[in-house]
Nanobody, 124 residues
Framework: QVQLVESGGGLVQAGDSLRLSCVTS????????MGWFRQAPGKEREFVSS????????YYADSVKGRFTSSRDNAKNTLYLQMNSLKPEDTAVYFC?????????????????WGQGTQVTVSS
């Protein structure tokens, strides 16, 4: 049984930092591209970042580029998202997801497994 469990969300002020974690089990973590997505109330789920299976390649949405950093520890089956200089518009539920195909990394439909999400709220 595959499980992805996010943690690290919370309520912070604009300019603060948070580090999200996504602990996985039941899959060969080192073989999966991992992604971070977010969904704000009334909006569609949007791509935030992805990281290759080896961890040597990362991609970011323009809205978070330069502020967010994805990383992974394949020995711990864990994915991370370091979020700095947070803005109120970053407020959303953040999801981690695992993908085992060569399809677009930004399309949530291409991800095979999802976590339950963790809430990030940034106050102004």
């Amino acid at each position: 049984q595959v499980q992805l469990v996010e943690s690290g969300g919370g309520l912070v002020q604009a300019g603060d930092s948070l580090r999200l974690s996504c602990v996985t089990s039941g899959l060969i973590f080192s073989m999966y591209t991992m992604g971070w997505f977010r969904q704000a109330p009334g909006k569609e789920r949007e791509f935030v970042s992805s990281i290759s299976a080896s961890g040597d390649t990362t991609y970011y949405a323009d809205s978070v580029k330069g502020r967010f950093t994805s990383s992974r520890d394949n020995a711990k089956n864990t994915l991370y998202l370091q979020m700095n200089s947070l803005k109120p518009e970053d407020t959303a539920v953040y999801f981690c997801a695992a993908k085992y195909n060569y399809n677009s990394r930004t399309d949530p439909r291409n991800y095979n497994y999802w976590g339950q999400g963790t809430q990030v709220t940034v106050s102004s």
